[in-house]
């Protein structure tokens, strides 16, 4: 086992915030998803926060499915985007998490 940290469920699929990346683009999105394969597609999300912390930027979304997640991007990154809460963001996956390895390290 493993200590993965955050992850979030979309689409069924386990996803590490640092494994999401967010566009303003739809078509875009879609474009690189297309790279990755086996993730859950491109998800329409609704920006509800925006953290700075450092170099890292945390962004909390709503997906138009409702469900709820967060990415983790780099300063640059968030900077480009000029991401506000209320915009509109299309999310992707880069890498999907083994859900073997998303056990948790402590039993209780």
């Known amino acids: 086992?493993?200590?993965?940290?955050s992850?979030?469920?979309?689409?069924?699929?386990l996803v590490r915030p640092?494994?999401?990346?967010?566009h303003r683009s739809r078509?875009?999105?879609?474009q690189?998803?297309?790279?990755?394969?086996?993730?859950p597609g491109?998800?329409?999300?609704?920006?509800?926060?925006?953290?700075?912390?450092?170099?890292e930027v945390r962004?909390?979304?709503?997906?138009?499915?409702?469900e709820r997640f967060a990415a983790q991007l780099t300063r640059a990154e968030a900077d480009a985007l000029a991401?506000?809460?209320?915009?509109?963001?299309?999310?992707?996956t880069v890498a999907l998490v083994n859900p073997a390895e998303a056990e948790p390290a402590l039993a209780i």
């Open 83 to 92: 991401l506000e809460a209320g915009d509109t963001v299309f999310a992707h």
């Open 27 to 30: 078509e875009r999105a879609r």
């Open 32 to 39: 690189l998803d297309a790279r990755v394969g086996g993730g």
């Open 42 to 55: 491109v998800l329409e999300a609704t920006v509800e926060r925006v953290v700075r912390l450092g170099f």
């Open 7 to 13: 992850v979030a469920r979309l689409g069924g699929q």
């Open 1 to 5: 086992m493993s200590f993965l940290g």
């Open 59 to 66: 962004v909390d979304l709503r997906a138009d499915t409702g």
């Open 18 to 22: 640092h494994d999401i990346a967010l």
